[in-house]
């Protein structure tokens, strides 16, 4: 067997837990197959109010959230997520909590649609169609250390 298949991951120095919020199963099974041969953990929900619920409950190195989806958008998925994030901080002496990264997932590419993704508390913008190699980079830039 050849050195690059060894392994299945892909220039992945850690495994990642990834939560990916997206309601297309096209779009999901394809993020999802991505993101397992770069080595994450992948939990995929269809609406915002699971994606919220889902961080709730188990801890995510990243999430990659859909802007458009049903029963409660991206935008507000992500601000109820930082409204959690902030409410359990209050609470803590120490920065025990950390805030999660939110990269959106659009297929947007208009300037508007990015600044609301960030105004709602988003951290990062990934338009699709993207490459494995725009994830394998998202993933980098958003690795804690």
């Known amino acids: 067997m050849g050195e690059a298949h060894k392994d299945q991951t892909i220039d992945n120095p850690r495994p990642r837990r990834v939560l990916l919020a997206e309601d297309n199963e096209?779009?999901?099974?394809?993020?999802?197959?991505?993101?397992?041969?770069?080595?994450?953990?992948?939990?995929?929900?269809?609406?915002?109010?699971?994606?919220?619920?889902?961080?709730?409950?188990?801890?995510?190195?990243?999430?990659?959230?859909?802007?458009?989806?049903?029963?409660?958008?991206?935008?507000?998925?992500?601000?109820?997520?930082?409204?959690?994030e902030a409410a359990a901080e209050e609470g803590t002496q120490t920065q025990e909590r950390r805030r999660i990264p939110i990269v959106a997932i659009t297929a947007s590419a208009m300037e508007s649609e990015r600044q609301a993704c960030l105004r709602s508390g988003m951290d990062d913008v990934l338009v699709k169609p993207f490459r494995p190699d725009d994830l394998r980079r998202l993933l980098a830039k958003w690795s804690a250390p």
């Open 26 to 84: 096209s779009n999901t099974l394809l993020a999802r197959t991505v993101l397992e041969m770069l080595g994450c953990e992948v939990v995929a929900v269809g609406t915002g109010r699971l994606a919220v619920s889902a961080v709730q409950r188990e801890p995510f190195d990243i999430v990659l959230m859909d802007y458009h989806m049903p029963e409660m958008d991206g935008l507000e998925a992500t601000r109820e997520i930082r409204r959690s």
